[in-house]
């Protein structure tokens, strides 16, 4: 380890309704690679988005190559040699590889581009990286993980300093990742700071040096990685917040009737050939790694996209499975499935009415006399599950902008509830929402099953998964790999039957 | 300030919609004191003239508008319908009410016609709206052959449709108008249907997402939309009297800038009947004391042009700074 390139000191950013970072410290050197370790929303994004100029600091001090910084955007950032590698790719799909990576300063011959020295140039990168892709190929015909090479190239051709892998491994497979462990290390001896972001606790003892770990936008402390052990940076990591209990055994029973059963379901190269039943009263954890088909899975069953064949079977009022056409969410709202989407802001709430107006928006006939709603009708019906969900805010004509995100769930939740949904689908239900609120989303879900609702889960955290399901369907590349009850499943055989498509 | 902003009376009407009040006030004031003969009943009669068939046009795409879409062909389209409706009055001895109805009907055509394409074929609203007008232009000279179209005059036979506008002096107009006005902010505010479009427009997929036939209600926003320049066209020959084809594109900008004005956003989800109709008082005192000062047309495109650019960059800041 070289000496210190990077020092980010006391610092401090706050969010309407949320305090993201408090005085968070961060140390990196030349030729480490540093782990910035902690659950979802503990705020190792904002601090990364915070060092590269996307948000701006409340307070603290930014040091970097000796001198106080403070980027004003990631332009500037990249210019001095600060470049963050997301997670979400950030690639042209229909321009080539050399394209994406020389985009906005395209080496010129005149006025015109120079596609020739373009190509060169990238060969000539990936051949110092070691990676073998054609440099003319579309980004859109390249596998997840080699588009975060090609990410990782055109960082590096940024003539980078400091890089930041922003859990980079969350979309790949084995075979991938330890390729990108061979990219790293090569950085590592060329003496470039490399800050390293991800949950998985067996990457951070492979490739890193030293761990920061973070809680709830707090700094916790640091580490030497191999001075540590595993449950070390657990305990920080998950500190004294008292999580719901681990499930160790499902609390449905063996006999409890299925209420919906999905039988090959195709919807395009994400959803193929798809079976699995949900029983009454249970969660089913849906898991696998990003790019897994499961969204793409929930919005065919939901109708929210097309799909191309299968068969969807709801229980009815009769107790009796009942095969259902299911062409748009209108059918399947009809048919008892309420969708809490993974992106809230698109897909959940409307953000600029009030609590009340999104609290029934799928169920506005109940609120109606023919055409003319009655609105002392839905206000009660808000206030209603503003209590039961225990929503904080001042009243129900809030407008939903201005709830925290974990509240912002909650209302989606009383949409379907006030609709009385039989089957909930939850996608990531606790994506972006702090700690004390995922425990009462949690709570609430725990809650629903044992009235009687069944509720599939969608989740990119192990942990979750673990936690809430009864039953743990795992899917890879659109196809179902596999299937665990929860007293058999563990964080291993989890993952290898999520990657086993691959390779 | 804030203490004025937070006065209940004006948190109910909304706080650009009062300064908005004022603005009108003072220009009538200005008006008044800068043109000689501006004060006195004629003007405002004239003034009401020109509310009437904009304030119908306005209130239409102001539904189109919270969706967020846009209507570019209502001005053309009521020109349309008046030609139309006026053709078949004259040249074929259709009765003057079936003649009105034939009017409203035209309207609702192009109503349909724009809302399912947006709707159901997802062609942008400003595509759609660019293409009918001059389908609307087209259509009204090719029906009358390029002839322009009078109305029957007070006291000629069919003439009374025109008390719709004045009885003997009382301007029987702006009870019509304002009751139309009140019943599109019932269907906006009080009905399943101005919910669904206010929410869609604010955030179609969520609203898709909660199991709400989305296509349906955003066409009924371009049929209600239609159905009111059909209205429109009637008020306008109704006050004054010829119409001839290939014209009213001015109105397009001016309906357009009243809506805005009262606080509709063009972004859509959010829109104001009330804003809507002081914003089309507004741009009618404006557009007459432009013309009794000598001004002529030309400056009323030029700044009701100004007027469109600056009240939706007030819109579209106030948006950024809430975000």
């Known amino acids: ?195 390293y972001i991800s949950h998985r606790m067996d990457e951070i003892k492979v490739i890193t040096d030293r761990v920061t770990v973070m809680r709830d936008g707090c700094y916790v402390g640091t580490l030497v990685t191999k001075d540590c052990t595993k449950e070390d940076i657990i305990n920080m990591m998950v500190g004294r917040v008292i999580y719901e209990e681990p499930k160790t055994h499902s609390m449905v029973p063996k006999d409890a009737p299925v209420v919906l059963k999905v039988e090959n379901l195709n919807a395009g190269r994400m959803v193929q050939d798809v079976s699995f039943e949900l029983r009454k009263g249970e969660i089913l954890g849906f898991s696998g790694l990003m790019g897994a088909g499961r969204t793409e899975t929930a919005r065919a069953i939901f109708g ?26 209108q059918d399947a709202v009809k048919a008892g499935i309420g969708y809490l989407s993974e992106d809230r802001k698109r897909y959940g709430i409307v953000v600029e009415k009030s609590i009340t107006e999104n609290s029934t928006l799928a169920s506005m006939e109940d609120f109606c006399n023919g055409p003319f709603i009655n609105k002392v009708k839905e206000k009660k019906a808000a206030e209603k599950y503003i209590k039961e969900l225990a929503t904080k805010t001042p009243s129900a004509d809030q407008l939903v902008v201005n709830l925290s995100g974990g ?50 889960m969608i989740s990119s955290e192990m942990t979750e998964i673990l936690r809430m399901s009864d039953r743990i369907v795992i899917m890879c590349e659109g196809r179902k790999t596999g299937e665990l009850m929860i007293e058999e499943a563990t964080q291993e055989r989890i993952m290898d039957k999520a990657t086993r498509n691959i390779d | 300030m804030e203490k004025f902003k937070q006065n209940p009376i004006v948190r109910k009407i909304g706080f650009n919609r009062v300064v908005l009040i004022g603005v009108l006030i003072a220009m009538y004031i200005v008006f008044c ?49 008046a030609l139309i409706a006026g053709y078949c009055l004259n040249m074929h001895g259709v009765p003057i009410g079936a003649s009105i109805l034939i009017s409203i009907l035209v309207g609702l055509a192009f109503g349909l016609f724009n809302g399912y394409l947006v709707a159901y074929w997802s062609v942008p609203p400003f595509i759609v709206s660019m293409a009918s007008m001059n389908i609307g232009k087209g259509i009204g000279a090719v029906f009358t052959k390029t002839q322009s179209v009078s109305w029957p005059m007070q006291g000629a036979p069919g003439g009374s449709f025109r008390s719709i506008v004045a009885v003997n002096g009382f301007p029987t107009g702006i009870i019509i108008f304002l009751a139309a006005a009140f019943v599109c902010g019932i269907v906006l505010y009080n009905t399943k249907a101005g919910r669904y479009i206010l929410c869609l427009g604010s955030n179609r997929e969520a609203v898709r997402l909660s199991g709400v036939n989305t296509k349906k209600w955003e066409m009924l926003a371009y049929v209600i939309c239609g159905l009111l320049v059909g209205v429109a066209a009637v008020f306008f020959v109704a006050a004054y009297t010829t119409v001839q084809p290939g014209y009213g594109d001015q109105y397009n900008n001016e309906a357009i800038a009243g809506c805005v004005m009262g606080g509709t956003s063009m972004v859509g989800g959010l829109a104001s009947i009330l804003g809507t109709v002081i914003g089309v008082v507004t741009i009618s005192l404006l557009q007459e004391g432009i013309l009794a000062l000598g001004l002529g047309k030309d400056i009323q495109l030029i700044v009701t042009g100004i007027i469109v650019i600056v009240a939706v960059y007030a819109d579209v800041s106030a948006r950024r700074k809430k975000n």
């Open chain 2, 33 to 81: 004191v800068a043109i000689p003969g501006f004060v006195g009943l004629a003007r405002i009669l004239d003034t009401l003239n020109y509310v009437y068939f904009l304030g119908f046009l306005s209130l239409g795409v102001t539904f189109v508008i919270a969706t967020g879409g846009i209507d570019f062909s209502i001005g053309p389209v009521m020109f349309c319908c």
């Open chain 1, 407 to 456: 509240n912002q769930q909650k209302v989606v939740i009383a949409k379907w509830l006030v609709r009385n949904s039989d089957i909930l689908i939850f996608d990531e239900p606790t994506r972006g929402i702090d700690v004390g609120a995922k425990n009462e989303i949690y709570k609430l879900m725990n809650k629903l099953v044992s009235e009687g609702k069944s509720i599939i």
């Open chain 1, 304 to 329: 929210a996209d097309p799909k191309q064949s299968g068969k969807i079977s709801i229980m009815g009022k009769d107790g009796q499975l009942h095969e259902v056409t299911i062409n748009s969410p």
């Open chain 1, 1 to 195: 380890m070289g000496d210190v390139i990077l020092t980010m000191k006391g610092i401090d950013k706050s969010f309407p309704g949320v305090h993201a970072l408090d005085h968070v410290d961060l140390e990196v050197r030349r030729g480490e690679v540093h782990a910035l370790m902690g659950e979802n929303g503990a705020g190792k994004s904002t601090l990364m988005k915070v060092l590269t100029g996307i948000y701006k600091k409340d307070s603290g001090t930014i040091t970097y190559e000796g001198r106080e910084v403070e980027f004003q955007n990631t332009r500037e950032a990249q210019d001095a040699g600060v470049v963050i590698v997301h997670q979400e790719l950030n690639m042209v799909g229909d321009l080539t590889v050399a394209q994406n990576i020389f985009i906005g300063r395209e080496p010129k011959k005149g006025i015109r581009i120079d596609d020739k020295k373009m190509i060169e140039d990238s060969k000539a990168l990936f051949d110092e990286l070691h990676i073998d892709i054609n440099p003319r190929e579309k980004m859109n015909e390249l596998t997840v993980g080699k588009q975060q090479m090609c990410e990782i190239a055109k960082a590096i051709s940024h003539h980078a300093k400091l890089i930041i892998f922003d859990e980079p491994s969350a979309a790949l497979t084995e075979k991938e990742i330890a390729d990108l462990f061979n990219i790293i290390r090569d950085l590592r001896k060329k003496n470039l700071g490399i800050v």
